[in-house]
């Protein structure tokens, strides 16, 4: 009887782990069924998973830009986000005006216009490097007291544009508007009854006016009475009486308008950006293949590019090889496309803002715009936005076409550039003398650390960053210090304050309550100038008279970041850099 007892024990022991057994995995169950419902689905894991391994705050993310093997995410923000200031224009704009009218003691050109003397000029580059040339002419003819003839522009650079001065400027405008500045004429009168060739000479780069005095009025006086200045490029001092610089103002602001046919086909191409949208952003995007081999940098396309950058640049015998890293740590790289979009959505700019790129053959093509264009999907230029019939009668001028992008991008509600060109920073001067529009310089030697360790930081310490980088690099009045840099960008001669209306704004913001209106009202000019370790090293820009010149020394680009190693026996080269 032993034994059955002993097996209904064991029976009784297995039936009892069974049920609880069962109890547990019920439990289990319910337990996993519960969590299960709680749990994301697998899509929004996955994003939480990048989101947490790449330290992203975003929720909502736009297509990834990658850099390596690692994914730095941008936020989907069509607006832009919310920010303590206006990214649409400069917040102390209203205190400051253009200024370049004459003085009491200017004298008139009739009383200092002497009839034996005559200028010739003859331009040198692209547009924008001819129209400083233009500019710095009137004035060099007004300290000779001689009549300007009308500068011949370059037809024979790397631009080759056969257009005359009357084919892009206003030239009967140019004369009368300057009548009572400087006398001058469309071409030299006869002399004996034949036509008159004047003298050729050069002279050197940041010519002063003493220089002026001391080597072209004795060969103008003893010799010749007309003399042509080939060459014709920043050959005229940083540094002037102010007098002089206004009426350098007077040419560049006022007296040099386009041609009709280009200022109405300029006036149309800005109505069809408004049209689309009522602000819009205009950059000037130099990534052109001649132009990344002379820098030296390394954009990240490996072998191949190195390859295809690298035969370009034995076209020139005299470049050096570069060290990629060093110019890139100096902020001599123009950012890539991919990099403007990145600093602009960092900015405040969001994804719905409109972009009217100014360039020429973009190095990569398509592929290379692609991140631009998917952080900016409303991406126009030119010939987007306008037909090939209606472009026709520019197409073939490449001065032409470049003043169309001009006008565009003067217009525009804001203006960025990846380089510190020609066209660059005239229009950074012209816009600071219009208002002080906002125009946007990349501080590129801060910024490519920045570009470097993105994926390893939150979006929002990106933004920050490159917020903290860029101030003083946004065209707000008073970032350069006055007489600092190239007098085109920063033409603070021209630039006068309303202290009334200073002082009116602070005397309201005194009395409020509150003590933010008062930041809100003005900022403090500390704020607005370069961080000591920010601010480029700017050289003394005028070159001494006296110095003896066995070579043409290179214009030394005021703002640090242009390409500062051209070589004066290989002109092609610095004209196909110079706008």
């Known amino acids: 009887m032993a034994l059955p007892r002993r097996r209904n024990l064991s029976y009784n022991r297995f039936r009892s782990l069974v049920k609880f057994i069962s109890a547990i995995s019920g439990v289990l169950l319910i337990l996993f069924a519960f969590l299960s419902f709680l749990a994301p689905s697998p899509n929004e894991s996955q994003h939480f998973h990048l989101r947490h391994h790449h330290n992203s705050f975003n929720a909502v993310v736009e297509d990834p830009v990658t850099s390596g093997d690692s994914v730095f995410r941008v936020p989907n923000q069509s607006s832009g986000g919310k920010l303590d200031r206006d990214i649409w224009s400069s917040r102390n704009a209203k205190f400051f005006y253009g200024c370049s009218n004459v003085s009491a003691k200017f004298a008139k050109a009739e009383a200092v216009s002497r009839p034996t003397r005559y200028l010739a000029i003859a331009t040198s580059g692209g547009l924008n490097q001819q129209r400083t040339g233009i500019t710095d002419a009137v004035v060099a003819a007004r300290i000779l007291n001689a009549t300007l003839v009308v500068p011949k522009l370059d037809q024979k650079s790397f631009w080759k544009d056969a257009s005359n001065f009357s084919e892009i400027f206003d030239v009967d405008w140019f004369i009368s508007s300057l009548s009572k500045d400087v006398k001058i004429i469309k071409q030299l009168p006869k002399r004996g009854g034949k036509s008159w060739t004047p003298y050729t000479m050069r002279v050197p780069r940041k010519c002063s006016e003493r220089c002026y005095q001391n080597r072209v009025l004795p060969v103008i006086l003893k010799r010749h009475h007309a003399v042509q200045l080939k060459k014709f490029d920043y050959r005229l001092a940083n540094k002037l009486d102010t007098d002089l610089q206004k009426l350098r103002c007077r040419v560049n602001y006022h007296a040099l308008k386009f041609a009709d046919p280009i200022l109405e086909m300029g006036k149309t191409l800005v109505h069809r950006m408004r049209m689309r949208s009522k602000r819009y952003i205009a950059l000037h995007l130099r990534f052109e293949p001649d132009m990344l081999a002379f820098s030296g940098c390394d954009y990240g396309g490996g072998e191949k590019e190195r390859n295809e950058l690298g035969a370009i640049r034995k076209r020139w015998k005299t470049l050096h090889k570069n060290n990629p890293d060093k110019q890139r740590r100096q902020g001599k790289c123009p950012l890539t496309p991919e990099e403007v979009g990145l600093m602009l959505r960092a900015l405040g700019y969001g994804s719905d803002v409109h972009i009217y790129v100014a360039s020429g053959e973009v190095y990569g093509g398509e592929e290379t715009l692609r991140p631009l264009k998917s952080l900016f999907p409303n991406f126009y230029s030119k010939d987007t936005i306008a037909t090939k019939e209606e472009l026709a009668p520019f197409s073939s001028f490449s001065s032409r076409m470049a003043a169309l992008d001009f006008i565009v991008c003067d217009e525009s509600d804001v203006f960025v550039t990846n380089n510190n060109g020609n066209m660059a920073r005239i229009l950074a001067g012209r816009r600071k003398y219009f208002g002080h529009k906002p125009t946007i310089r990349p501080n ?40 600092r840099g190239e007098f085109h960008e920063n033409p603070s001669a021209c630039i006068c304050e309303d202290s009334e209306a200073r002082e009116k704004a602070t005397a309201y913001s005194r009395g409020k309550k509150n003590g933010k209106l008062e930041k809100e009202v003005m900022v403090s000019d500390d704020q607005n100038d370069y961080d000591d370790n920010d601010e480029p090293r700017w050289p003394d820009l005028d070159d001494d008279e006296n110095q003896v010149w066995p070579q043409e020394k290179l214009h030394y680009n005021g703002t640090g970041s242009d390409y500062d190693a051209v070589i004066s026996d290989e002109p092609e080269l610095e004209e196909m850099l110079s706008d």
Not at 450 to 472: D, H, K
């Open 444 to 483: 590129a030697k801060k910024l490519y650390r920045l570009f470097l360790s993105r994926s390893n930081m939150t979006w929002e310490a990106f933004a920050s960053r490159v917020r903290i980088f860029q101030r003083g690099f946004m065209g707000e009045p008073k970032e350069v210090r006055p007489g």
